[in-house]
């Protein structure tokens, strides 16, 4: 064989190779992933046609008072881990309601949301009419919603005074049903020198449903006829603790010995000096509650609430571990007044995770929202704009 023969296979030889190479490696670029994962779904304090949570109850944080104690963010329980979805972090391994709509634009049409709020209407009247009860002689409109928000207002709510204790919208949820799990999720800012006693925005369950508030305040459900969860201001500002106020069968008495006919308002659960709402700010609040599925036990049950689109703390039958100062549950991480000045040795404190059994009916739903103001004395002004009820997570406004 001559040499150019031989030196021509041997080319041909080398470029076969080559191209066979080049198309193995362009195959597998098919197994790029997209790493989406689903979102999970969804839970308020007692209502009242006095949103009142009866005196001598707010302001301090002794054991037994409530209404005013020490509420928090999490020292050290981690509970990013815990949480529904495992999305806390927002790093795209989830796709909250928000994402799908920039801005809030169109996230009412979503079927997973039940109820969307956004103060867009063009008179009070107007936004009146969509609700079952509202009070509204302390309501007006802002032009100065959120960051991020596709709308051009937001609802002021002023009450006390000669406005009167309570500024409020009440309405039951339209699946007459209820719902066993549910997420709220909403923007609020409160203003300087206001004076709050019941600021926040509910979820809540009767049965039967009810078209108005009902009483309640002080005394405990009997697990067939009432819950109710939310996170509201519980300190003076400017920079003001937060913390659940939540009403439920197995809640807490703030009389020593939790004797069962003993008065109870509204549990606070977190006690973590860091969860603070700024005056002047606008915040993004959400919180999820899911009912216990078996009537005769907390089995199912959960609490969680995030806080400007972090996770504050997630309750599950598993944790997080804590204890009880009357009617105040401290986590491990608690670093409160009310938690640590009446806190009994640490080899006395009887170590529980918080008993979620919201009921021992399973006709007892998640039926209502209640948007409110309600001021015992001096005044109070709030903002509320951009809220979502849905059965999935909701997250902060995007931007468009």
Not at 68 to 89: A, I, K, L, M
Not at 303 to 317: I, K, Q
Request: hydrophobic share 30%; charged share 25%.
């Amino acid at each position: 064989m001559s040499v150019h023969k031989t030196i021509l296979i041997l080319v041909t030889s080398l470029l076969l190779v080559a191209c066979g190479g080049e198309s193995a490696g362009e195959n597998d670029e098919s197994n790029n992933d997209n790493g989406a994962n689903s979102v999970e779904n969804d839970g308020n304090d007692e209502p009242g046609n006095d949103g009142n949570d009866e005196p001598g109850n707010d302001g301090n944080d002794e054991p037994g008072n409530d209404g005013n104690d020490e509420p928090g963010n999490d020292g050290n329980d981690e509970p990013g881990n815990d949480e529904p979805g495992n999305d806390e972090s927002n790093n795209g391994n989830a796709e909250f309601l928000s994402q799908q709509y920039p801005g809030d634009e169109g996230i009412g049409d979503d079927p997973a949301v039940i109820w969307h709020e956004d103060f867009e209407q063009a008179t009070i009247d107007e936004l009146a009419d969509l609700y079952d009860q509202a009070r509204t002689d302390g309501m007006s409109f802002s032009s100065d919603p959120p960051e991020n928000s596709a709308g051009s207002q937001s609802v002021v709510m002023e009450a006390g005074g000669d406005l009167g204790s309570a500024t409020d919208l009440y309405t039951r949820l339209p699946d007459e049903d209820g719902y066993d799990q549910l997420y709220i999720r909403y923007y609020f800012r409160h203003h300087a020198d206001s004076n709050y006693h019941h600021t926040r925005a509910n979820l809540g369950g009767y049965n039967p449903p009810s078209a108005w508030p009902q009483g309640g305040a002080g005394t405990r459900p009997d697990g067939d006829d009432r819950l109710s969860v939310t996170v509201e201001p519980l300190t003076s500002g400017p920079e003001r603790r937060m913390d659940f106020y939540n009403y439920w069968m197995n809640m807490r008495s703030w009389e020593a010995d939790n004797p069962p006919d003993g008065e109870a308002f509204g549990n606070t659960l977190i006690h973590d000096s860091n969860f603070v709402a700024t005056d002047g700010q606008w915040h993004c609040l959400e919180v999820m509650a899911r009912l216990n599925e078996d009537p005769d036990s907390a089995a199912g049950g959960e609490l969680a609430t995030w806080f400007d689109g972090e996770l504050v703390e997630h309750f599950t039958e598993d944790g997080p571990i804590g204890y009880w100062i009357r009617d105040k549950f401290c986590p491990a991480y608690a670093d409160t007044s009310a938690c640590l000045d009446y806190a009994p040795p640490e080899d006395e404190r009887e170590q529980e995770v918080l008993d979620l059994q919201w009921r021992n009916s399973l006709d007892l739903k998640l039926n209502y929202l209640w948007i409110q103001n309600y001021i015992s004395q001096g005044t109070g002004v709030v903002e509320y704009d951009d809220l979502v009820v849905a059965t999935s997570r909701i997250g902060c406004l995007v931007p468009q």
